[in-house]
């Protein structure tokens, strides 16, 4: 039996450090095949050899690659690197954002260690890598992305690892993708990647090279490799606790993934099998949320807040539970108690944070409300459940990084 979810991305990104991610990455690379050109689905496009000629408007498609030439021959592996030219004389846009990729991600795959270098060639690498990654998130921007097979996979993973900041990614990559298909010039693809570096952060740019190197290959491929991969156990620990799914069986199981960037919304058809399972991983095992009535969108949902609070236990260390939708009388009767305290709209959040949402919400905000009279907590109860969700997760953001004080 399969499920529709809407998947929870309210939670905290799993943060790994820089050694960590050195020693994991030099292990990782020895164990992916190296098939630059069938590494990535989808049709690859052609390119202008290396310091080819051009005239007229292909002046500056020879200008380009030429370029890609030189970095090709600064890396030690002249000619087609990346092997862009095999079934065509041009750059085409997907082979321009491979590059834009690369230069994004190259810093992070520099960390491969002596040995293993001795071993396999970088540049390799950084090409299967790279063409692999830009191929599986320009699935989840295109214009029905709808997303199947090791894609979809692809995608539950990075959800589980990144969690809000997700959706920081798949808009990075859009606009990674729209000046890479604009670039005239070698400069403004690398500009174009060094900015989708900087807006996602080291952080989750170690985590996409992770989890993009470990999807190098088949679902199945990826799937053996997930469970080892650096600071799999607390994603999986963190997805148990925020959506109720074990990660290992939503990610090998998801029949598709369809993610809407503008609405802010990841979902997925998944088993009946991947809701309310023990996690695995690195942690060791943690005992699956029970009791309460399970959801049709595989959250569970109690008629209290002591019931909800007793049945997930500790939020954790310097955190409190926290309710999205509020839990005040007026939404519970509108509402219905489920509907509020359920593990989808109950979730662990720092003291500090929590205690800073529950001021805001308390305080008269004009550009919020319209008017002076109301407090916001006083304005958002006549909303909508959706509005008032949607509310609760932007104020979270927007507190957290200062944009509403």
Known sequence: MLLFARLPTDFDPVRVGEAEFRAALSSMVLDIPLRVASSA???????????????????????????????????????????????????????????????????????????????????????????????????????????????????????????????????????LSEEAARATTFAELREAGERFGRVIGPNSVRILVLVGTAAVGETAALMSRAPKLLGFGQASRTVELNAGLNLVDAAAGVERVIVSVPEGTLRAVLPMTAVAMAAKGGGGQRPAITGGKLLFNGHRAWRSHSGITNALGSPGKGKRWHHIV?????????????????????????????????????????????????????????QSYEAQREFGLRAMENIKRGVWK
């Open 326 to 382: 509020e839990q005040h009388a007026s939404n519970i009767k509108r509402f219905g108690p489920e509907a509020i305290h359920n593990t989808e709209n109950v979730i662990p959040l720092d003291e500090g944070l929590h205690t800073a949402v529950s001021a805001f919400y308390s305080s008269k905000r004009r550009f919020i409300t319209g008017t002076g009279s109301l407090t916001v907590r006083q304005w958002i109860r006549t």
């Open 41 to 175: 689905p989808g049709q690859r496009g052609g390119g202008l050899a290396p310091g080819s000629g051009g005239s007229g408007g292909e002046a500056w498609q020879a200008d380009m690659a030429r370029s890609y030439g030189r970095l090709c021959e600064q890396r030690g592996s002249p000619g087609d690197c990346f092997t862009l030219f095999n079934d065509g004389p041009y750059l085409q846009d997907d082979d321009k954002r491979s590059i834009a990729m690369a230069l994004a991600v190259g810093p992070a795959l520099e960390g491969i260690d002596a040995e293993v270098r001795a071993m396999i060639d970088p540049t390799r690498v950084l090409a299967t890598v790279s063409i692999t990654l830009s191929a599986y998130m320009a699935l989840l921007i295109a214009p029905e992305p709808v997303t199947k097979g090791v894609a979809a996979a692809f995608a539950v993973l990075l959800w589980g690892y990144l969690g809000f900041e997700f959706f920081e990614l798949v808009r990075a990559y859009r606009r």
